[in-house]
Structure formats: structure tokens, C-alpha cells
Nanobody
Framework: QVHVVESGGGLVQAGGSLRLSCAAS????????MGWFRQAPGKQRVLVAA?????????NYADSVKGRFTISRDNAKNTVYLQMNSLKPEDTAVYYC???????????WGQGTQVSVSS
């Protein structure tokens, strides 16, 4: 079992920045990809950014966040970060961390953290 915990959400004005953290624990040996998704009210959960935590490569961003958000990792801490700059009101959503095992086809989710951007 893998346990995923997010932190770092909050309320910020448009143009501001936030950094989200996601710590994974438990049976993480099979986890090879970690990423961030978000879900706005009344909308589906969508990918924001994801990366290979084994190589640090294979980084993907949603078009809407390219150039503003950066995903990174600290393998020593089993933690993935999402640095969010130049935030916009449309970035308002609950942000979820995902840990994926390609070997077993399993996904683990955190409880979500609210990000609210005021105009």
C-alpha cells in the first residue's frame, strides 16, 4: 500500500505563487511516475503535470500551465513538488497528487488540497 499526502494549498491573489508538496510513503518501490491533477467545481479531474521519478525525465504539462508551473522531485524525501507561478483565477481547483505504478497498473491518490486564486 502507498500513502500519498499533499500540502501547500491556500488562497492567493492573481499573479501570485504557491508551492504544493506531495510525500509518498509505504510500498513505494514500484512507483515510477508521480504527478498532479486538479478538479474544478463541476468539472472532471485533469492532468496538470507529471514526471518520471526514476529518471527525472518524461515531464508533461497541461498546455494551460506551461511556462507557469514546474514539477520537481526530491527522491531522498520521496516528495514531488509543484511550483505554481503567475496564478490565474482559472487555476482555482482541488489539486490531487497521484503516484502511479506502471508495473502493476495501480494509482494512488492523496486527499487533495484546495488552491483558490482571487482576481
Amino acid at each position: 500500500q502507498v500513502h500519498v499526502v499533499e500540502s501547500g494549498g491556500g488562497l492567493v491573489q492573481a499573479g501570485g505563487s504557491l508551492r504544493l508538496s506531495c510525500a509518498a510513503s509505504g510500498s513505494i518501490f514500484s512507483i515510477d511516475v508521480m504527478g498532479w491533477f486538479r478538479q474544478a467545481p463541476g468539472k472532471q479531474r485533469v492532468l496538470v503535470a507529471a514526471m518520471s521519478i526514476t529518471t527525472g525525465g518524461s515531464i508533461n504539462y497541461a498546455d494551460s500551465v506551461k511556462g507557469r508551473f514546474t514539477i520537481s522531485r526530491d527522491n531522498a524525501k520521496n516528495t514531488v513538488y509543484l511550483q505554481m507561478n503567475s496564478l490565474k483565477p482559472e487555476d482555482t481547483a482541488v489539486y490531487y497528487c497521484n503516484a502511479h505504478s506502471s508495473q502493476y497498473g495501480l494509482d494512488y491518490w492523496g486527499q487533495g488540497t484546495q488552491v483558490s486564486v482571487s482576481s
